[in-house]
């Protein structure tokens, strides 16, 4: 149950500061000097917690206003991690090729059917 923030979090989830904090959860961001963000530190929880091979998930170029999607290897059984990035802001209903929401021709949707297709 704890995958579909997973793959909706770098749709919906805005940048935050890199944290001062070498300890909390951008630890890795700020020791690196990039900026924090929650959804980076969401999947890389999940994918610690479920067993899931570290990954260094791919982004979309930018300027591409493309997504890109990376299937964790390595999860237990019953517990797969799927990383969505975007790049485009971070709305509800993101497209391909198009700025701003998209209502029905969004690719969301059918990227969490393929998260869920898989229980």
Request: proline content about 10%.
């Amino acid at each position: 149950m704890a995958t579909l923030p997973a793959t909706l979090l770098a749709a919906l989830i805005p940048p935050g500061p890199a944290s001062a904090d070498a300890s909390g959860p951008c630890d890795l961001y700020a020791a690196g000097g990039t900026p924090c963000v929650a959804a980076h530190s969401t999947v890389r929880a999940l994918y610690a917690s479920t067993g899931c091979s570290a990954q260094n998930p791919p982004e979309p170029a930018q300027g591409s206003r493309t997504h890109r999607v990376t299937s964790y290897s390595g999860c237990s059984a019953g517990h797969p991690v799927r990383w969505a990035a975007f790049d485009e802001g971070h709305i509800a209903a993101p497209q391909d090729g198009a700025a701003g929401d998209s209502g029905s021709r969004t690719w969301v949707p059918d990227e969490v059917w393929e998260l869920f297709t898989q229980f």
